[in-house]
């Protein structure tokens, strides 16, 4: 499953950062996540609840923000956030401006990262 992976990617940046500033307690993580990266947002919040069980950093509260997938037109060059019909962002969508429906770059959705944490 690629999102324990994830999640213990995201704890290992999360402990580094606290025990950087002598902190020993996590309250909360908020993480961003972009519309391309085919993140299950349940799956990463079942598998952080896996992995914190019975450390210290169990308790501590996900939070879980996805980013827009955003595509330039390499048409017209226009900025747009395309989505389908069920609501998921998608990267083959015609350009709002010229139609144009192939050719756009990809600007933005595929970034995960940690926003902040919360600890004490
Ligand atoms: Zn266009």
Avoid: W
């Avoid at 213990?8 to 996540?33: C, F, H, P, T, W």
């Amino acid at each position: 499953m690629h999102e324990l992976s994830i999640v213990q990617s995201l704890l290992d940046l999360a402990a580094k950062e606290m025990a950087a500033n002598g902190l020993a307690k996590l309250l909360r993580i908020k993480v961003k996540y972009g519309g391309l990266t085919a993140i299950a947002p349940d799956a990463l919040e079942m598998g952080f609840t896996a992995l914190t069980a019975g450390t210290p950093l169990a308790g501590a509260v996900l939070e879980l923000e996805e980013t827009p997938v955003i595509l330039r037109c390499g048409k017209c060059g226009l900025e747009f956030s395309p989505k389908d019909a069920s609501g998921r962002y998608g990267v083959f969508a015609p350009c709002p401006a010229c139609g144009e429906e192939i050719g756009h770059a990809v600007a933005g959705g595929k970034e995960l990262f940690i926003e902040y944490i919360e600890a004490e």
